[in-house]
């Protein structure tokens, strides 16, 4: 099991992301390549993933999506050290359907488009303009949602998965045919951030989550 995830403000940043510690050591692909093209996730115009998460009982609210933002193996000849993060549609979706067959509904929450220049081969950590309410139970049983993103270009964002992990956690890809598929293969590597209050600007508990696990 990966280590917890330290999370600690970039000083020199805008709030759009922040340092991990122990990137690496969460990051372990079956062939130890960290910027392996082949492990990664991406899509075309109106594409989607969605991860599923359980939230605490004492957490009210979904604030934040974070993402592992890979290397595109693109170079730019003017500034090869630029980043080439394009256009993406962050969203929340409930459940439709029962555990463990649920899957995301189409009637997503907080959809915003966001863009920046990215730094590649780091955790990505976007805030959301509205926290979600997670307390109604019509929507979000027993806290259950799900986050992920629309891609709003070709292939970029690249979205990091972990292979090394053989347990599979409750994905799902809008696919060709616009449907969700679950995703067995890895760990998508998207996480949640949950908190008791909508905004951490005061007081306020937080927490990192991690996927909910299909099997065991």
Known sequence: MPRAMWLTLCSSCTGRYWEVEGREEELKHDDGVYNSHEHTVTGRPGQMIAVGFQAPTWANFVTKMIFYNANDNETNQENPEAPSTYPFTAW?????????????????????????????????????????????????????????????YRHSPHIYEDHSDPIAYRSFFYDYSEVWEV??????????????????????????LTPTRLSR
């Open 183 to 208: 995703r067995t293969q890895a760990n998508t590597m998207i996480r949640a951030v949950v908190s008791d209050v909508p905004s951490l600007e005061g007081k306020g508990r937080e927490l990192v």
């Open 92 to 152: 929340i979706w409930r459940p439709v359907g029962n555990m463990p067959s649920n899957i995301p509904g189409n009637d997503g929450y907080v959809p915003f488009q966001e863009y920046a220049m990215y730094p590649e081969d780091e955790w990505i950590i976007v805030t959301y303009p509205t926290a979600i309410n997670i307390t109604d139970n019509s929507h979000y049983p027993d806290k259950q949602f799900f986050v992920g993103l629309e891609w709003q």
